[in-house]
Structure formats: structure tokens, C-alpha cells
């Protein structure tokens, strides 16, 4: 038998979290047609893989590259690390719907998604179709599978995000999700921070996600509603939502970021062991980094951070409002969370932002200015509304606990972006370069955390039996060959909160529909990804 491609002397992870064992695999049409002893076989390209692990290619079920990709279509963030399969449009934003069914008028200027104002891509887009069709004929180098977000949904249907919305917007909601998902939405998504903390009460949750329950594999993916004592209320609430929808429920990027909760990961975990006993299907996602990105905004009360920066800036100008503003920011961070100034550290400036702010935390920005940490806070706000930070704000310990549990899948929270592209001039997360391979190094190869073995099934096997996808996610003869090929003895992350916009080591090969994407380390610039629309 002649192959299109053969990688040999490999060590198969196959996905499904079973023992590893020593295979060839054998790859055809962009499908894995053979795995077993295939070193007398024929193949157009061989590729060693000898001391190597052959796995699926990872599925980031929390990724938000709908606009990055169509920027910087080879995703290389993501590309470096295995990812074969970007699940984006997480934390109720997407790119669409963008204008009200029916009338095809784009708002654009009215949906602040694209950060970046001189991006050639052209909003031309009114719906997922549209979106998905664009993005195929642009071209991109990972799948991506799109879901369809709950503020875009609202702002679609015109309604405000400063009140819930009226029985006939709510309608319309559920009209345009349900299209979304016809298109190929793999899940409704939210972002329950923010402005909708207040105003997307549950019941307008409960009604929205309804509209998924007639599709097959639609699920809801949810960004919790969190504030200061608030995690296990909003692992109650996810719960609770999909008791009532009986809608499959992905609780997204656990974290307990209060620093009065840390040590009760178990506890949290397990309010998702007893809802699955119950009958209710719940899972959730986590990044291996112990500190969360936060635009300094996002540190203002929910009344002034969901408001939007033009009106949040015109509340800061106003000493009355300040104030107010300011009280309340005395009694904590979203609510009563006490706020670590030394540890919320400056990684990202706008144009016209103070570089040296650059990896200062506020204690010591404060410091030097001779201000206090809240009024740097707001005045950094208006000198720069772009300023982002990163909060030290989890334990080691929640996070092993949540990484080892059986019910945890592994999401970057991050986007698949070129540093020599129009987005190099942001300072990400770590995470978008190096969440994969960190687990894979750090807390699998270093710590033990985990096993390979589920680790890998956390990356592939298990999203994507939660989103659908049949056809991908294990190594089996028959599905399609998204698979990458690292080192387990020297794969890890290199990406840093300082320096964020470096590769991963020791992951030399990723195939996307039998394609390589990178080849003996290097991107090979090619383009097999696909819109991979919700199946069933
Ligand atoms: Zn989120």
C-alpha cells in the first residue's frame, strides 16, 4: 500500500486516554487509512517520528480567533502548539450576527470587535454564513468551529446591554441564535462579567439557550457570572441552566480568583460531579497559567466597565462620578474581592501609553507617581484606555486539582495570531502562545500532574466528543488526519508574560486535514483549514 504520508517509529497517544503504544500511521486523502507496523510501505513523504509522540491534533475548545484569522490566517500561536482546531467565538462575542435579520445592514461601526483599526480585513459579513464564506475564501491554516455569542445576539437584536431584554428583542435572540446554529454554530456562548453581570439576569439566559435545544450537538458555552463571593453561585447557575434547558453545558476558563477561596478547587469541582449524577451534562475548560489577562477597565465597577470606554471616560471626567467610582472600589474588586495591587501587572499599553508602565505592577506604578493604587487605577484609564494588566490571582494548588479532574479540558482562552503581523504590536497572555505545550511540559513532563495520556485526551479525544465532532479528536483509521507530533522529553512553552510572543520547543510536525502546517518546526504557510459547522 503507497501513502500520501507516513510517519513512522512513532508512540501513538491516540486520544481517547488509553496506554500509549508503538505504531506507524499511514494517511491518505486527508484521512488516517492505516496504524500499525507500515515501515515497508510507500508513502510520498516519510516522517520520522522516532522518540516522538504521534496525537491528535488538539482541540482548543476555548479559543476566540474569528477575527485574528482572517488577519493572520496562518494562526501561528496556535500552529506551533498542535492546535489543529480552533472552537472560537467564546465569551459571548462574535463577529456576527451583525446586523438584524433580514435587513443586511452591517454595524461594523457599531460592534467593537476588531481591536485593531488598520486590520485589511472587511467587515462585509451580516451573518455566520457570510462569516464562514469569507473566511474559506480568505484561507487559513487551522479549522476553526465557529459558536454564535449572547452579547452579539443582543446588540443584533438591538437591545442595550445596560437592562435585560424585552420579551420581543429576547425573540429575536432566539430567532438569530437559532439561525446562527442552523449555519453551524457549535454552541450559544456568554460573557456574564461586565455589563451583563447585572443586566442578562438568568431567566434571559434560560430562554436563549432554549432556542439550542432542538439542535443535535448544540451546546452552551458560558463565561460565568463572577464576582467577589460568587464561584460556587455561578457554577450553580451554569448547573442550574442546563437542568432547565437540558442544553449540554461547557462552564469556560475555571479559575478561582478570589484569593479568600483559594484551596477549595474540590469543592467547586464537585458541585459539577453531583450535577452530572443528577442528569445534568457539564464540563469545564482551564489555561495552565496562575495569573488572568484584565484591561484596567475591567477593574472599574460593572456599571462602569460594561458601559463602554467612550461613556466609562466621560464618568471619569466627571469628579461626582469619580467619587462614586472610587467608593466602591474601596470595598474590592467586583464587589469585595480584595484587590493585590502588587500583584496586577502592566503588560500592554496603547499609543499613547506610558512604556514604562511596562511590567511594573500597581503597587509600584502608584508608588512612583505618589498617587493611591485606585486613583492610578482611573488616571491610567484615561490616559490610556487601552491599558491591560495581567492578576496573579489563582493558587497552585486549585490549579493542579482542576487540571488532574476528570470532568477539566484544556482551553487557552487565547487567540491564533502571527508575531510578525498586525496583531505583534498587542502584548497577549502567555497562554495563546504556550498553553498546550506547558501542560504537556510542565505540568505532565515536570510536575506529573496529569499523565500524557489525559493530558493529550483533555486536548483532543475529550472536546471533541463534547462539541460533535465525530470525525476528529482520536487517532483511529477512518477520521480525518488533524494530528501533531512532539517530544514528550523536551516539549514546553516559551511564551512569558514579559516576552509573550515566542514559540513553544519541541512539537516539529502538525497536519491539518493530512496537510503539514509545520514541518521539522518550521510553518509551512499552507492553507487546508476548514469552517467545521456544528454536525447533526
Ligand atoms: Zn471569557
Redesign the pocket.
Known amino acids: 500500500m503507497a501513502f500520501d504520508t507516513l510517519i513512522l517509529n512513532g508512540t501513538v497517544v491516540d486520544g481517547t486516554g488509553k496506554p500509549a503504544y508503538r505504531g506507524d500511521v499511514g494517511i491518505t486523502d486527508g484521512k488516517i487509512v492505516a496504524i500499525g507496523e507500515l515501515s515497508t510501505s510507500e508513502a510520498a513523504r516519510k516522517i520520522d517520528a522516532n522518540g516522538h509522540v504521534i496525537a491528535p491534533g488538539f482541540i482548543d475548545i476555548?479559543a476566540h480567533s474569528d477575527v485574528t484569522m482572517l488577519d493572520d490566517p496562518g494562526g501561528e500561536s496556535k500552529a506551533y502548539q498542535g492546535v489543529t482546531t480552533e472552537v472560537s467565538g467564546?465569551?459571548g462575542s462574535t463577529p456576527y450576527p451583525a446586523g438584524v435579520l433580514g435587513t443586511g445592514e452591517a454595524l461594523r461601526d457599531k460592534q467593537p470587535t476588531h481591536p485593531i483599526p488598520h486590520s485589511p480585513t472587511k467587515w462585509a459579513w451580516t451573518d455566520l454564513d457570510g462569516w464562514a464564506n469569507y473566511t474559506e475564501d480568505t484561507g487559513i491554516s487551522l479549522n476553526i468551529a465557529p459558536q454564535v455569542g449572547h452579547s452579539s445576539l443582543k446588540r443584533a437584536a438591538g437591545a442595550p446591554f445596560s437592562r435585560p431584554a424585552d420579551p420581543d428583542e429576547l425573540a429575536m435572540m432566539k430567532k438569530l441564535a437559532a439561525e446562527a446554529i442552523e449555519q453551524g454554530a457549535a454552541a450559544e456562548t456568554n460573557?456574564l462579567t461586565g455589563a451583563h453581570f447585572e443586566n442578562a439576569p438568568t431567566s434571559e439566559i434560560i430562554e436563549l439557550v432554549k432556542a439550542a435545544k432542538p439542535y443535535e450537538n448544540a451546546f452552551y458555552s458560558t463565561?460565568p457570572r463572577l464576582a467577589g463571593g460568587w464561584h460556587f453561585k455561578a457554577a450553580e447557575e451554569a448547573v442550574e441552566i442546563g437542568r432547565q434547558t437540558g442544553v449540554s453545558v461547557e462552564y469556560?476558563?475555571i479559575a478561582i480568583i478570589d484569593s479568600r477561596q483559594h484551596g477549595k478547587a474540590e469543592e467547586m469541582a464537585s458541585i459539577f460531579d453531583t450535577a452530572r449524577e443528577d442528569g445534568v451534562d457539564i464540563a469545564f475548560d482551564i489555561y495552565p497559567y496562575l495569573a488572568g489577562a484584565a484591561g484596567f477597565k475591567s477593574l472599574t465597577p460593572s456599571w462602569v466597565e460594561g458601559s463602554g470606554t467612550e461613556s466609562a471616560l466621560k464618568m471619569l471626567a466627571d469628579p461626582s462620578t469619580r467619587r462614586r467610582i472610587k467608593e466602591e472600589m474601596k470595598g474590592g474588586w467586583w464587589g469585595d474581592m480584595p484587590f493585590h495591587f502588587e500583584k496586577i501587572v502592566v503588560v500592554k499599553i496603547g499609543p499613547n501609553g506610558d512604556r514604562d508602565h511596562l511590567g511594573r505592577s500597581l503597587a509600584e506604578i502608584a508608588e512612583s507617581r505618589g498617587t493611591d493604587p485606585l486613583d492610578t487605577i482611573l488616571d491610567m484609564i484615561i490616559e490610556d484606555p487601552s491599558v491591560e494588566s495581567v492578576m496573579h490571582n489563582r493558587s497552585e494548588q486549585d490549579m493542579r486539582q482542576f487540571l488532574a479532574h476528570p470532568l477539566s479540558i484544556i482551553g487557552s482562552?487565547g487567540t491564533a495570531i502571527s508575531p510578525n503581523g498586525i496583531w505583534k504590536v498587542t502584548q497577549p497572555h502567555p497562554r495563546i502562545y504556550g498553553c498546550h505545550p506547558r501542560v504537556l511540559g510542565h505540568y505532565v513532563r515536570e510536575e506529573g500532574v496529569l499523565s500524557l495520556e489525559s493530558a493529550v485526551h483533555k486536548m483532543s479525544g475529550f472536546p471533541a466528543e463534547r462539541i460533535g465532532l465525530r470525525d476528529r479528536g482520536r487517532v483511529e483509521v477512518g477520521l480525518v488526519a488533524d494530528l501533531v507530533v512532539f517530544d514528550p522529553d523536551t516539549v514546553i512553552d516559551m511564551s512569558t508574560y514579559q516576552d509573550p510572543h515566542r514559540y513553544p520547543l519541541g512539537i516539529p510536525h502538525v497536519l491539518v486535514n493530512g496537510e503539514a502546517i509545520v514541518s521539522e518546526g518550521k510553518h509551512t504557510g499552507a492553507r487546508p483549514g476548514r469552517v467545521l459547522r456544528r454536525s447533526g
Do not use: E
Request: with cysteine; charged share 10%; proline share 0%.
Open positions: 476555548h467564546n465569551c460573557g463565561h469556560s476558563h482562552d
